[in-house]
């Protein structure tokens, strides 16, 4: 059974000094061990004050970056924003969009965007990850004020 959709996850966020930057990520259970079956797409998008990185991880703490894009209007510290991922896939296709509505008034603006043939196998790309989360990094990120967190996910089984 093969599997094709789209996901589109939407947050607001407050960035201060202590976050590194903040990023989205799709995620199944996966090692380098595991049997191709077990290795699912996995997009990662993260967005700083200055940038945004797109990467695709095949299996368990390899990563692969498809593309850092800088951003035309920087993040401010201690604002809300208001930030959305888009990924979709078309078997082994990657989409993946980064939006941010800078005004918090619902205009997001498309701030980066990659497209690109996944490295995962055939028998990996046939079902979907099992979990996505929005992930803060840093050494030691405190106070990340979060809310509105929003999940829409379509999809279809082609065979």
């Given at each position: 059974m093969l599997w094709d959709g789209t996901l589109v996850s939407i947050v607001d966020y407050v960035p201060n000094s202590t976050l590194e930057n903040f990023s989205f990520e799709t995620h199944s259970r996966h090692n380098e061990?595991?049997?191709p079956s077990n290795r699912r797409?996995?997009?990662?998008?993260?967005?700083s004050v200055s940038e945004v990185t797109f990467k695709e991880e095949p299996w368990h703490n390899?990563?692969?970056?498809r593309k850092t894009v800088k951003l035309q209007k920087p993040i401010c510290l201690n604002e809300w924003y208001r930030v959305a991922d888009v990924v979709?896939?078309?078997f082994d296709q990657i989409v993946h969009q980064?939006?941010?509505?800078?005004?918090?008034d619902g205009s997001f603006e498309l701030v980066a965007?990659?497209?690109?043939?996944?490295d995962?196998?055939?028998e990996g790309l046939k079902l979907p990850n099992l979990y996505n989360r929005w992930r803060v990094n840093g050494k030691?990120?405190?106070g990340i004020r979060l809310k509105n967190l929003h999940y829409y996910f379509e999809s279809q089984f082609l065979e």
């Open positions: 061990d595991d049997p797409v996995q997009c990662t998008s993260s967005i390899n990563h692969i970056t979709s896939k078309k980064k939006y941010v509505d800078y005004g918090n965007e990659v497209k690109y043939k996944s995962v196998s055939d030691m990120p405190k």
